[in-house]
Every structure is written in structure tokens, then in C-alpha cells.
């Protein structure tokens, strides 16, 4: 099963684990720290203990008692200890160093890592962007192809008699390029813009009623309409949904139809624009036609 990996995902993971490192390492240096200083303080007091017995056994005026074999046991004893302690107190300050250089090569590495973390952050900040950036680029592309389809091209796939054609091409002057146009269907996939154009329609309907006095210009535009709905719940694709887009209308005349043309134009697409759209080029007229690619 496929998984869903961040590519920053790596360098957290190990930031973090070096960060739980130096805690460990920093917990550890207090604890030998606080021993080691222990450590001092039993040898400091076993020397003041040495020390004052020695003064005492200085201080005697009576000897051969047992306060005198007690003080010189004591004395005795010191030597041994002392070396005894002195090794502790070595082992734990070896240790504390060894702490001490692990920490510093910790903070190395986490300061190269976090350092890499950033610029890899950047980088994918970068990526991000671009791609942002250029499927901007792609779907504003895309949106421009459709409406230049919807508005020059699919109206003149209709002959003069109100058939649609199954195809039609368009070469350039200097016969190099052709584009040519495959449209067997169309269809409203914006349900929404649709219904908004069928709004706009009603509200034509309301102002134009068919009458005897309808002006020439507006009857037209009012039986062409009519043919446009199918028991006015939806748009009926063919001859004439395309004769009504490609109709040049008045805003300021006609406003409620102009933006369902509009919407229209928007509503309407090819269901695969690759596989009715072909686009060709060619080095000379004598040559033959080669595809360019499209997506």
C-alpha cells in the first residue's frame, strides 16, 4: 500500500531524535556532575577527618593508650582511602568528559542538520510554488482554449442548413499549421452556471411575452430560447445551443440573455478536449502533417 510521505518528514524525524540525544546526554552530565562534586566533598571530609586526627596524635601527652591506637588506625586508614576516592573521582570526571564530547559532536550535528532542514525547506517551498505557479498557468491556458473553442469553433461546425458537422479544420495562411476540430457531443458539466443561464432566460421570458407587437429583432431571440430548454428543467446540446452562443448580443439591450450566453460558454465542455481537438504543423507545404503535442 502506497504512502503518503512528506519530503520534509525525513529531516524532522532526525532533528528530533538528536534533540531527544542531547537531552539524554544533558541529563546524564547533570547526574555525573552532581556525583563527581559528591565525590569531592567525602574526599575533602575524609582529609579534614586525617588531618584533625593528625593534630591530635600531635597534641598527645600520654601515649601508648587507646585513644592513641584509635587516632593512628585512623591516620592509617587515609592513604588507601584516599587513593580509593581519588579513583571515583577520576572514573566520574572521565565520564563527564566523554558526556562533554558527546554533546559537542550532537550540537555539531544538529546544527548541520537543522541548517540542511532549512534549505531543504526551501527548496520545497520552491517546488510548491512552481508547480502553483504552473498549473496556474495550465488550467488559465485550458480555460482560454475552451472558451476560444466554445466561441469560434464549435458554432462552425454547423453548415448552412443547421446540421452539425462531425469535423472541421482551420489551416493557417501559410499552410504550416492546422488545427482541426472532432466534436461528436457536448455537455453541460457546470450544473450550477447552467442553472443560472436558465435564471437569466426567465427573466428574459418575463419581460419579451410573445405577442404581435414583439419587435422582429426580438422574436427570433425569443423562439430560439424556447428551443434551448427541455421542459425548462435543462439545456437540450445541439444546433441550437451553438447558434445561441455565437449570437453577438447587446448587453445593455439584452442583459439577462448575454450573461446566459455567457454562462453558457463557461457551462460547456468537450468531454475529452485531447480526443476531439487535434492540432498539426509542418516544416513546408510539401511535407507531411505532424501532431503537436497538447497537455
Known amino acids: 500500500m502506497a504512502t503518503n510521505k512528506d519530503c520534509s518528514g525525513g529531516f524532522k524525524t532526525r532533528v ?3 534533540v531527544r540525544e542531547v537531552g539524554r546526554n544533558k541529563r546524564r552530565l547533570s547526574k555525573l556532575s552532581n556525583q563527581e562534586r559528591r565525590s569531592r566533598n567525602i ?12 593534630d591530635q596524635l600531635v ?15 585512623k591516620m592509617s586508614e587515609w592513604p588507601s582511602q584516599s587513593i580509593r576516592l581519588t579513583k571515583v573521582r577520576d572514573a566520574l570526571r572521565k565520564q563527564i568528559e566523554e558526556v562533554e564530547d558527546e554533546l559537542i559532536k550532537l550540537g555539531t550535528k544538529l546544527a548541520t542538520l537543522t541548517e540542511q532542514a532549512s534549505n531543504e525547506g526551501k527548496n520545497v517551498d520552491s517546488i510548491v ?3 502553483f505557479a504552473l498549473n496556474e498557468t495550465v488550467v488559465q491556458a485550458s480555460t482560454a482554449r475552451e472558451e476560444c473553442l466554445s466561441r469560434n469553433v464549435f458554432p462552425r461546425l454547423l453548415d448552412g442548413e443547421g446540421n452539425l458537422r462531425s469535423q472541421i479544420s482551420f489551416t493557417s495562411a501559410d499552410g504550416l499549421r492546422r488545427v482541426v476540430a472532432m466534436v461528436n ?16 432566460i426567465e427573466k428574459f421570458f418575463s419581460r419579451f411575452q410573445e405577442t404581435a407587437e414583439m419587435d422582429r429583432v426580438v422574436k427570433p431571440l425569443y423562439d430560439l430560447t424556447r428551443q434551448l430548454l427541455v421542459e425548462k428543467i435543462d439545456f437540450k446540446v445541439g ?13 445593455q439591450i439584452f442583459p439577462e440573455l448575454a450573461l446566459a450566453q455567457k454562462l453558457l460558454r463557461q457551462s460547456i465542455r468537450s468531454e475529452k478536449t485531447n480526443s476531439y481537438i487535434r492540432i498539426y504543423e509542418r516544416k513546408s507545404t510539401t511535407d507531411n502533417w505532424e501532431s503537436v503535442t497538447q497537455s
Not at 43 to 54: D, G
Not at 59 to 67: D, I, M, N
Not at 185 to 200: F, N, P, S, Y
Open 16 to 18: 528530533a531524535t538528536l
Open 59 to 73: 597534641g598527645l601527652t600520654v601515649h601508648h593508650t587507646k585513644k592513641e591506637g584509635l587516632i593512628k588506625r
Open 185 to 200: 457531443t457536448m455537455t453541460i458539466v457546470r450544473g450550477d452556471l447552467a442553472a443560472q443561464a436558465k435564471t437569466e
Open 43 to 54: 574526599w575533602a571530609k575524609a582529609y579534614q577527618a586525617f588531618m584533625k586526627a593528625s
Open 129 to 131: 510554488t512552481q508547480v
Open 239 to 251: 444546433p441550437d445551443l451553438y447558434r445561441f452562443i455565437a449570437i453577438e448580443l447587446d448587453p
